[in-house]
């Protein structure tokens, strides 16, 4: 059973993803129009209670050659700071291409990415949170090197 918020940090919104108990499909719950880092954190505060999260899985918007930009170091600081107050751990994930990915996704359902962006930072935390679930499900891949035979060995 787990129980991990995603985050999709934005300048303006904070999407919000879930998953089911077993760990297996993130979906979104809601976007928190950002005011203020206290209000922020309470309605944070609020879905951790509601939720018994244990986790944040939040999305770095890493740039396209693979750098932590200004905008990167950003969301990890606020972050951490949502961690360290909700006692929660925080791990990351690349989020390149989440926010456009949910645009497409809400086309493909008729609506329109312009008018619906509470729902398009809903659906790229759902992507974020997917993909660490994904990541989670994923063997560990391990080398077991063979030893060469001896000389000895071989004759």
């Known amino acids: 059973m787990i129980s991990v918020l995603g985050l999709d940090v934005g300048r303006k919104r904070i999407g919000v993803a ?11 719950l809601r976007t928190i129009q950002r005011r203020s880092f ?3 954190l309470e309605q944070l505060r609020q879905l951790c209670q509601e939720r018994q999260v244990e986790r944040l899985v939040v999305g770095l918007p890493y740039t396209l050659n693979g750098e932590l930009g200004s905008q990167a170091r950003q969301v990890q600081h606020l972050a951490e700071r949502f961690g360290k107050a909700l006692d929660l751990p925080v791990e990351y994930v690349d989020e390149r291409l989440t926010s456009f990915q949910a645009e497409e996704i809400l086309k493909q359902r008729g609506r329109s990415p312009r008018r ?3 729902l398009v930072d809903q659906i790229a ?3 974020i949170l997917q993909q660490w679930l994904d990541a989670l499900k994923q063997p560990v891949q391990t080398t077991v090197a063979t030893p060469r035979p001896t000389a000895a060995e071989r004759d």
């Open 125 to 127: 935390a759902a992507l």
């Open 116 to 118: 619906e962006k509470a």
């Open 18 to 28: 879930g998953c089911d108990r077993l760990g297996q499909l993130a979906t979104g």
């Open 38 to 40: 206290a209000h922020d």
